[in-house]
């Protein structure tokens, strides 16, 4: 394995756990990353370094960002935004990742790519039926604030340094555990 395939992977895990923030934002990072020729995309992905791919994850991804922010459309946007993640977190894995066969790319893509961005979206928007339940949705912009905060460094440090965004990714993981591991019910 060459340290470019090692880094398309770190900056596919990086940006799936972005995905399980904001859905659209790494991917709009992504195409314009590609757009600007910063990174190359796998052949069969190198549609999303198009202007009109440009533009319409830059409309979603603003559109999502402003949906976030109103109490109550924010939870509903996480019944839709849960299997996207996945689907998307997927997809950002398979289209950065470089120089391995199909079937190892599509399983890492699937376990690694999908699976962290579904992990993250899950507990965010558990965080967000919590505190709907808890503030009757009043400190949900908040806890929109952080996702899209969090989601935006995540993003940016993948392209720029994804072997550290790997590790913050690993630190949200590790976070995202403790206060499971804290909040499930003793057997």
Do not use: H, Q
Not at 43 to 56: C, D, F, G, K, R
Not at 67 to 79: G, H, K, M, Q, R
Not at 167 to 187: A, E, Q, S, W
């Amino acid at each position: 394995m060459t340290a470019e395939t090692i880094i398309s992977i770190f900056l596919g895990v990086g940006l799936a756990a972005s995905v399980g923030f904001r859905v659209f934002l790494p991917l709009f990072a992504l195409s314009l990353a590609s757009y600007f020729g910063a990174w190359d995309l796998n052949s069969n992905w190198e549609w999303m370094s198009s202007l009109s791919a440009l533009i319409v994850f830059g409309v979603a991804t603003i559109m999502e960002i402003f949906a976030y922010f109103i109490p109550w459309v924010d939870n509903l946007l996480d019944s839709f935004a849960i299997p996207l993640a996945g689907i998307a977190g997927t997809a950002v894995m398979v289209s950065t990742v470089a120089d391995l066969e199909p079937l190892v790319t599509w399983t890492l893509a699937i376990i690694a790519g999908g699976g962290t961005a579904t992990a993250i979206k899950g507990a965010s928007a558990t965080s967000r039926l919590a505190s709907t339940a808890t503030t009757g949705g009043l400190a949900n912009p908040i806890v929109s604030f952080i996702e899209t905060g969090t989601a935006l460094v995540v993003t940016i440090l993948s392209l720029l340094a994804p072997i550290a965004a790997v590790i913050l990714v690993i630190v949200i993981l590790g976070f995202i555990f403790n206060i499971y591991r804290k909040l499930r019910p003793k057997i």
